[in-house]
């Protein structure tokens, strides 16, 4: 199956630093969501990238389907941005159309005040 | 917003107990999964739904069944639980299109400890 792999695994920056994210998947994906674990848990959408660029604030988001790779930006980091970043990828299709989402291990940053 | 509800956010269990963990969301979404979460493992899915009495394994089903009886519920059953089903257990939904592009939502996930 398909490959997902996140980098860097950890990740430690003082407040007001900025910081890129990477994700790189084995094969072609129809889809690509990046996670937001917060340190209590919660699984937070940020978004929702098959290709091209979004932004949302300070985060930013590029996947480069053809290139098989997406990147997560964080500007001006914030002790809140701490938790676990996961990307997913949706790589096929079960029946009725649910996608099968495939994470990542996840990139752990830990934002110091 | 999308509102997807886990019935406990912290559950002890002892080793043999039949062991319920429920999911409800408030969108009519067709989809519901169920995953695990483990430290350097990531999320791997267990089981999902796409309708009503309709479910499909995922990559870890076993040990595990899951009831799904009305659109907005999604039910995971351990039969028989043991220690190595310890785990953070993460409910998420989402909506059918006939091109599936909609993100899945996910619940705040239950702590489940089997002692």
């Known amino acids: 199956g398909i490959q997902v792999e996140q980098s860097p695994p950890d990740l430690i920056l003082q407040e007001g630093a900025n910081s890129t994210l990477r994700c790189n998947f084995s094969d072609s994906v129809n889809n690509l969501q990046w996670f937001h674990q917060n340190p209590w848990g919660q699984l937070i959408n940020l978004f929702y990238i098959p290709s091209g660029t979004k932004q949302n604030g300070r985060l930013s988001a590029t996947t480069v389907a053809t290139e098989r790779y997406s990147l997560l930006y964080i500007s001006s980091s914030q002790t809140t941005d701490s938790g676990v970043y996961f990307c997913?990828?949706?790589?096929?299709?079960?029946?009725?159309?649910?996608?099968?989402?495939?994470f990542g291990k996840g990139t752990k940053l830990t934002v110091n005040p | 917003d999308v509102k997807v509800t886990q019935s406990s956010r912290y559950l002890v269990k002892r080793t043999g107990e039949k062991v319920f963990l429920e999911c409800v969301q408030d969108?009519?979404?067709?989809?519901m999964f169920w995953y695990r979460q483990d430290p350097g493992l990531g999320l791997r899915l267990i089981y999902f739904?796409?309708?009503?009495?309709?479910?499909e394994k995922g990559d870890i089903p076993e040990g595990y069944s899951v009831s799904r009886e009305k659109k907005e519920r999604f039910s995971l059953i351990l039969e028989s639980a043991s220690t190595n089903q310890t785990s953070m257990y993460l409910c998420?939904?989402?909506?059918?299109?006939?091109?599936?592009?909609?993100?899945?939502?996910f619940g705040d996930g239950t702590r489940l400890s089997i002692l």
């Open positions: 739904s796409y309708d009503v009495k309709m479910k």
């Open positions: 969108m009519d979404h067709e989809n």
């Open positions: 997913a990828v949706e790589s096929e299709l079960f029946q009725g159309g649910s996608e099968k989402l495939v």
């Open positions: 998420a939904s989402s909506s059918q299109t006939p091109i599936s592009n909609q993100p899945q939502h």
